[in-house]
């Protein structure tokens, strides 16, 4: 083999073990029953709630949708009589520990929906989540919307 060859298989070599890396750790990130609430037609504005479980400290720092022009993580609280909702810059993820994303509290808020979200229909996310050390993972979700519950605050 000539030297080229090689330092071009070592190469190869790092780079595939790097990715190896970086998918075990956004596959180790587990994301449970995610689902999305069904809208009516207009309505430009939809919740999605799921639970996330991290093996390792981690923060959610953004999601992204193609079925909304942005996509952010809320934290709905009451104040005074009044519920509030405002986006967040991160959701931490403790190790090991569920974190749910839930009607009422956390939750991911789709805007400018490109079409109303349909019971049965299924809505793709992509989650990124950065790790203590800095490194950002990228986790695909799909979301199933359910039918809204007028009671459940969204």
Do not use: N
Request: proline content about 6%.
């Amino acid at each position: 083999m000539t030297i080229r060859f090689r330092a071009a298989l070592l190469g190869a070599a790092v780079c595939l073990s790097s990715v190896a890396i970086l998918v075990s750790a956004a596959d180790a990130i587990r994301v449970i029953d995610p689902w999305a609430r069904a809208t009516v037609p207009g309505q430009k504005v939809a919740g999605v709630y799921m639970e996330i479980v991290s093996p390792r400290d981690a923060r959610l720092t953004s999601v992204t949708s193609p079925v909304a022009g942005v996509a952010e993580v809320h934290l709905m609280t009451m104040d005074g009589g009044t519920m509030r909702m405002r986006a967040v810059e991160a959701l931490d993820l403790p190790a090991g520990r569920p974190v749910k994303l839930a009607p009422g509290g956390y939750h991911v808020m789709l805007f400018d929906l490109k079409k109303p979200l349909v019971a049965g229909e299924k809505v793709p996310l992509t989650l990124v989540i950065e790790d203590a050390g800095k490194r950002t993972h990228k986790v695909a979700v799909t979301a199933v919307v359910r039918a809204g519950d007028l009671d459940d605050h969204h």
